[in-house]
């Protein structure tokens, strides 16, 4: 193998590898020797089939075995002998022009081809122990778990009919049965029998509910609405729909009492064993909140401390994932850049610096992981695998198959597992501040806190965002 470096200008490096047609012969010697013993060809006895007839016979197709071996093994051996570490995987560039490719499956040519890739940037890894992050915390106070409690009863809450002649209003649980049509015709999914609705719970389309209060058992409402524009079927979104309700029953609720019967419902003990449960959940949602946050903040620092090229690959490939999923979401939601007070060209903007931020600090975090060795167990990925099947009921068995055969579908699993596993360690060194607060400034969306956190990249990483 002879390599010849041909860019070396930043991050940016290309390779020229080149392997003499007399190193493709020996090998394809040593192949087709090899597969003596394995083909059967009429006319000849097990491993006595002339090597000349095999050359014929399958030739081609192991010589294309092994430029595929020999491109894949010799561009990692000329990393390897550089000692350098590509930002992403190599981009591998094979001649294209027949007669080239011809000589090469033939042996009458040198195998030729072409490694491009930005290698990983030098930096300094700064000093955790000076790094200092206030955290935020809350804790569950009495009346959050009394709403809480309340709001659970509501989903267990019992009804009785009204009085006849009782008009339905908010709150009330009406049982209708409908039919929908558009432009007069019916559609798919627009008619069902012995509906249970409950007024007020914006369970239907925007709109539908409020025009069946004021209805009694056995009237017949004629009910006009709009499909948002949004609606998961694109069938129907945006289209104008009329409902011949009927409504059949209107029953009212009953008062729940909130004691150790409740409790017993939901198969506890009693009220106190609920409100432990509650305590318990509040408190994991605060705390899962706190992490997001402080996690930011130990981003932002980090931010402050580190300053290095970029891969230009890394920083397209980002910022594309970043706008795809923005313009989707937009095109979904109907609105465009002037609906958001902004322009195309200054969203671009933006973006592109939340793109270096992530790459920035996800090469950081990677550095750190694999200077202090750390490491992923199987069975997090494992159980991180498991939660993700089991969002697709009915497909686990297609799925599991999916990240069989995608090894780089198995490292997106496995990469923001190594990036809480990073941060946790840069944490544990940091000096951190708590700062208590109310829940609901906890829990104050923050809608730049997820767009903009660090994620590893490395070559083993799948850039491709949902």
């Known amino acids: 193998m002879q390599v010849t470096e041909s860019l070396n200008k930043g991050l940016k490096r290309a390779l020229e590898i080149t392997v003499s047609k007399e190193d493709l012969n020996a090998k394809l010697d040593a192949k087709l020797e090899q597969m003596k013993g394995q083909v059967r060809i009429n006319g000849f006895r097990p491993g006595k089939v002339p090597t000349a007839h095999l050359k014929k016979l399958y030739g081609k197709s192991a010589m294309s075995e092994i430029v595929q071996e020999l491109i894949t093994a010799e561009s990692a051996a000329a990393l390897e002998e550089r000692k350098e570490r590509p930002a992403y995987q190599p981009d591998i560039n094979l001649t294209d022009d027949d007669k080239d490719v011809d000589g090469i499956l033939a042996g009458t040519k040198d195998l030729k081809f072409d490694v491009a890739y930005e290698v990983i940037p030098a930096f300094d890894v700064p000093d955790f122990k000076k790094v200092k992050v206030e955290k935020l ?32 209003k908010n709150g009330d649980k009406v049982e209708i049965s409908f039919e929908g049509t558009i432009d007069g015709k019916k559609f798919e999914g627009g008619s069902a029998e012995n509906v249970p609705l409950e007024l007020g719970a914006n369970q239907f389309i925007p709109g539908f509910e409020e025009q069946v209060v004021g209805a009694k058992a056995g009237d017949d409402v004629t009910v006009k609405v709009t499909f948002p524009n949004d609606y998961s079927s694109k069938d129907l979104a945006g289209s104008d729909a009329e409902f011949a309700v009927k409504v059949l029953e209107v029953s009212e ?4 009492k909130l004691d150790d019967e409740f409790a017993k419902k939901l198969g506890l003990d009693d009220m106190a064993q609920l409100r432990e449960r509650i305590t318990e959940q509040l408190s994991g949602e605060l705390d899962q909140a706190s992490r997001q946050k402080v996690k930011r903040a130990l981003l932002d620092e980090l931010e402050k401390l580190v300053d290095f090229e970029l891969p230009e690959k890394l920083l397209t490939q980002e910022f594309d994932a970043i706008f795809a999923q923005v313009k989707e979401e937009m095109e979904r939601a109907g609105k465009s850049f002037e609906d958001e007070d902004t322009t195309e060209e200054e969203a671009t903007k933006e973006y592109q610096a939340i793109a270096e931020r992530r790459v920035r600090l996800g090469l950081l975090l990677a550095e750190v992981g694999e200077q202090k060795e750390i490491k992923v167990p199987d ?62 400034e906890l829990l104050k969306a923050d809608d730049e806190d997820e767009t903009e956190e660090g994620h590893v990249h490395g070559p083993d990483c799948d850039h491709d965002h949902d």
């Open 137 to 168: 915390v809350a804790k569950v106070a009495d009346k959050e778990i009394d709403t809480a409690i309340a709001e659970l009863a509501k989903s267990y809450q019992d009804y009785k009919p009204k009085k006849k002649g009782s008009k339905a």
């Open 253 to 256: 609720a009953v008062e729940s």
């Open 379 to 440: 069975e997090e990925v494992n159980q991180a695998l498991i939660a993700q099947v089991r969002q697709y009921p009915g497909q686990e068995q297609q799925i599991i198959e999916y990240y069989k055969n995608n090894p780089q579908a198995v490292a997106q699993i496995r990469a923001p597992l190594f990036e809480e596993k990073v941060v946790d360690y840069i944490l544990e060194l940091a000096t951190i501040t708590d700062k208590t607060v109310s829940r609901e």
